[in-house]
């Protein structure tokens, strides 16, 4: 009996080493299917998009040549990319202000305000979870100068409805507000994880040395308070402004008179309505490009924002 627990004793501590061995392969294992899954949707693709922008491939054509920065060249000289450039930084200059601000003053609104505030939450939220593309329809029969719910109102006010999706002045003002819409329960949750942070203790603190008014309390202890979940909205809400495209394909279509033409619907008529496929690819690139430049300022500046 002693001579087989001495032997066994040697075969076991020889197991060991095996058995850590092969229990050093299970995180790469659990990791592999989300890594290929990602290698082959996102990198892959990606990869194609830059190859693609420097040739002068397009669908249907049987090889691709090589062409340097000339599709780039081309691009920028296209009419409808400049115009779509200035229409997406307009609407991000519209919906990204407007949803933070909003955003900001619903979760300050939504902290306290009994039982009912988890009902009010929901109601501000639920345009966030619905399909934007479903919610673009509804809107679009809202608005309709004929059938449209708020026209009739205004003829009920003896007010002149307009047709605001078919005037070029005002087609964009509407897709932002739609937009601020969409995103407006977003900006609201940060807020109000960001309002839950903040010790109340600064608050009674606040009010022992007489800065007792709401506002006051708003402005010198709360704001300042949420300045590293106000840049992370801000930049948030950016990428998401820079990605419409519901809106435009659904309601607008880039009209009229390519008011409405933004980025990404541009990249999409060229890539598979015209099948400019490398002119497409090329615009991809630089919108990657652009959203990678406002990430990475995020993170930046989210980390100055912790180091103080």
């Given at each position: 009996?002693a001579?087989t627990l001495?032997?066994?004793?040697?075969?076991?501590a020889?197991?060991?080493?095996?058995?850590k061995?092969?229990g050093?392969?299970?995180?790469?294992?659990?990791?592999?299917p989300a890594?290929?899954?990602?290698?082959?949707?996102?990198?892959?693709p990606a990869?194609?998009?830059?190859?693609?922008?420097?040739?002068d491939?397009?669908?249907g054509?049987?090889?691709?040549?090589?062409?340097?920065?000339?599709?780039?060249?081309?691009l920028?000289?296209?009419?409808d990319?400049?115009?779509?450039?200035?229409?997406?930084?307009?609407?991000?200059?519209i919906?990204?202000p407007?949803t933070?601000v909003?955003?900001?003053f619903a979760a300050?609104?939504?902290?306290?305000?009994?039982?009912m505030?988890?009902?009010?939450?929901?109601?501000?939220?639920?345009?966030?979870v619905?399909?934007?593309?479903?919610?673009?329809?509804a809107?679009?029969?809202?608005?309709?100068?004929?059938v449209?719910a708020l026209p009739?109102?205004m003829?009920?006010?003896?007010?002149?409805?307009?047709n605001?999706l078919?005037d070029?002045?005002?087609?964009?003002?509407v897709?932002?507000?739609?937009g601020v819409?969409?995103?407006?329960?977003?900006?609201m949750?940060f807020f109000?994880a960001?309002l839950?942070?903040i010790?109340?203790?600064?608050?009674?603190t606040?009010?022992?040395?007489?800065?007792?008014?709401?506002?006051?309390r708003?402005?010198?202890?709360?704001?300042?308070?949420?300045v590293?979940?106000t840049i992370?909205?801000v930049f948030?809400?950016?990428?998401h402004?820079?990605?419409?495209?519901?809106t435009?394909?659904v309601?607008?279509?880039?009209?009229?008179e390519?008011?409405?033409?933004?980025?990404l619907?541009?990249?999409?008529?060229?890539?598979?309505?015209?099948?400019?496929?490398?002119i497409?690819?090329?615009?991809?690139?630089l919108?990657?490009?652009?959203?990678?430049?406002?990430?990475?300022?995020?993170w930046?500046?989210?980390?100055?924002?912790a180091q103080?």
């Amino acid at each position: 009996m002693a001579e087989t627990l001495i032997l066994a004793a040697p075969i076991e501590a020889r197991d060991q080493p095996q058995q850590k061995a092969d229990g050093r392969w299970i995180p790469y294992t659990m990791i592999a299917p989300a890594a290929l899954l990602l290698i082959v949707l996102i990198l892959v693709p990606a990869t194609l998009v830059l190859a693609t922008a420097f040739t002068d491939w397009q669908i249907g054509a049987g090889h691709a040549n090589y062409t340097g920065l000339e599709t780039f060249r081309t691009l920028l000289s296209e009419p409808d990319f400049r115009k779509a450039v200035v229409n997406t930084v307009q609407y991000v200059v519209i919906v990204v202000p407007a949803t933070t601000v909003l955003g900001l003053f619903a979760a300050v609104l939504l902290m306290d305000v009994g039982p009912m505030a988890r009902i009010y939450r929901a109601v501000l939220f639920m345009p966030t979870v619905a399909t934007l593309a479903a919610m673009s329809i509804a809107w679009q029969m809202l608005l309709s100068p004929t059938v449209g719910a708020l026209p009739q109102i205004m003829r009920l006010l003896h007010l002149a409805p307009n047709n605001w999706l078919q005037d070029p002045d005002l087609a964009l003002t509407v897709l932002a507000v739609i937009g601020v819409w969409a995103e407006l329960g977003f900006a609201m949750l940060f807020f109000l994880a960001g309002l839950k942070s903040i010790p109340p203790e600064l608050h009674d603190t606040a009010v022992l040395d007489g800065i007792g008014g709401f506002f006051d309390r708003l402005w010198h202890v709360t704001l300042p308070h949420l300045v590293p979940m106000t840049i992370f909205v801000v930049f948030f809400e950016t990428v998401h402004a820079l990605r419409t495209f519901d809106t435009v394909a659904v309601i607008t279509h880039g009209g009229p008179e390519k008011s409405t033409l933004l980025l990404l619907y541009f990249i999409y008529v060229e890539g598979f309505q015209l099948f400019r496929t490398n002119i497409a690819a090329a615009a991809t690139v630089l919108f990657l490009l652009v959203v990678t430049a406002a990430s990475l300022l995020q993170w930046r500046f989210a980390g100055r924002e912790a180091q103080r």
